[in-house]
C-alpha cells in the first residue's frame, strides 16, 4: 500500500504544479504582451533620436514599382543612408555589373527640406527630404514604425517611383556596402 500511496501523493502533486504552471502562464502571456507593449514605446523615443540626428540607414528587403510589383533583394546592396546632411541612394544585385560595380546605381548627394512628423497614438514617423545628386533630384517620403520596419518611395523628376521596403538601422549598426557613384 505505500507504493499505492507514493503513486497516488506524486500524480495529486504532479496535477497541481501542472495547474499551476497553467495560471503563470496565463499571466506571463500577459506580462509578456506588456512588456512588448513598452518595448514599442521605447523604440520608438529612441527612433526619435535617431531620426533628429539624421544617422541612420533603411535597408531594403524588397523593391517596389509604382504597379505593386515586390522583389526581394540584398539588404546590404539596397539602402537608403543618411548622415547628418548627406544622403545616399542605392539599388544593387549580387547577379551584374550594372553602372555601380555591383548591378545596379548608387546616387549620392545633398539632404535640403527635412521634415518630420510624429504620430504618438499609432508609434509612426513620416520622414520627407529631397536628395541632390549629379543623376538628379530626388523626393523621399519615408515611414517608420516603431517595430524598426521602414517604407521609402522615391521620386524623381519623371513619373515614375520606387519603394524601399525594409528595416531601419543605425549607422554603426549597419552592415551596407556601398558601390562606385554612378555618373
Known sequence: MN???????ITGFLGIS???NSQEQKLSRQEIKEAKKAQLVANFYALDTLLNMRTFVLEA???QNKYGTRVPVSSDLNFIKVNRSNGI????????????GIGGVTAEGSISSWKLFKDDKR?????QFSLFTELGHYDIVMTVSSDNRASATITGLGPNSLTWDGHLEAIYNSRVYKGQNSI
Open 61 to 63: 528587403d524588397f523593391l
Open 89 to 100: 541612394l542605392q539599388t544593387g544585385s549580387n547577379f551584374g555589373m550594372g553602372y555601380n
Open 123 to 127: 508609434l509612426i514617423y513620416t520622414l
Open 3 to 9: 507504493v499505492g500511496l507514493s503513486l497516488f501523493l
Open 18 to 20: 501542472i495547474i499551476g
